[in-house]
């Protein structure tokens, strides 16, 4: 996101002084942090981290970690092609996960397949919120993973919530009815449902999140031509 919003800010706003930065980071992003994947070594993971664990026949993958639209302008901007061809395969994973349940937060991606991650708790939550938010704003809001999320979140039994930590069985932990969270879910339809007095209650990462989903709706080729 460093590298997207220095990008942005030269090519969209004018702004200078920050010359080569974003190819800079761009270009230790696809030396440092992307994997093969183990079930398909030509393709690349994006991984949480230049130290994060993985080796070639299991690696830790965050699905949230995949903005499309972010990893395609700073791959094409850096001459950078494999962060191209990670948003590709990123997208890809993202459907298969979509497929078999719930997006998780963390999953490990080893030979034999996807496998509950070695140092988290297996649960969609906090961090696969941004699964949706980052489809949508990348112009795919078709994506399976963006209905699997709808679907996800309207397993909330309360009024105007949704589920925002679930398990693997699907049992509700956590539902919310911040603004930030029901902005990513009113994302797919270019709506957005919050009032200044719900605003006034969320802390910093339903903020984020709602900040974050306005620009997507802005941006969104999905938004701008549907509605």
């Given amino acids: 996101f460093r590298a ?104 490990d991606v080893t030979a034999s397949g996807f496998q509950p991650p070695q140092e988290h708790d297996l649960r969609y939550g906090y961090d696969a919120l941004r699964v949706p938010l980052y489809l ?8 399976p993973a963006v209905a699997r999320a709808l679907e996800t979140f309207a397993r909330a039994d309360l009024p105007r919530h949704l589920a925002v930590v679930t398990v693997q069985d699907g049992k509700v932990l956590v539902q919310s009815d911040l603004p930030g969270y029901r902005a990513i879910a009113a994302l797919p339809h270019c709506v957005d449902p919050a009032t200044d007095a719900d605003r006034q209650r969320q802390s910093y990462y339903p903020a984020t999140l709602e900040l974050l989903a306005e620009l997507a709706r802005q941006e969104s080729s999905h938004c701008s031509s549907d509605h």
């Fill in 136 to 143: 949508v704003w990348s112009g795919n809001a078709d994506h």
């Fill in 4 to 107: 997207w919003a220095l990008l942005r800010a030269a090519r969209d706003s004018g702004w200078s002084g920050t010359e080569g930065q974003s190819e800079k980071i761009a270009r230790d992003i696809a030396a440092l942090c992307l994997r093969p994947d183990p079930r398909a070594p030509e393709a690349p993971l994006l991984i949480p981290g230049a130290e994060a664990r993985s080796d070639k026949d299991r690696v830790l993958f965050n699905p949230s970690y995949i903005m499309p639209r972010a990893l395609r302008e700073i791959g094409a901007a850096a001459d950078a092609p494999e962060l191209i061809s990670a948003a590709d395969h990123g997208e890809t994973v993202l459907a298969e996960l979509a497929a078999i349940g719930d997006i998780p937060d963390w999953i």
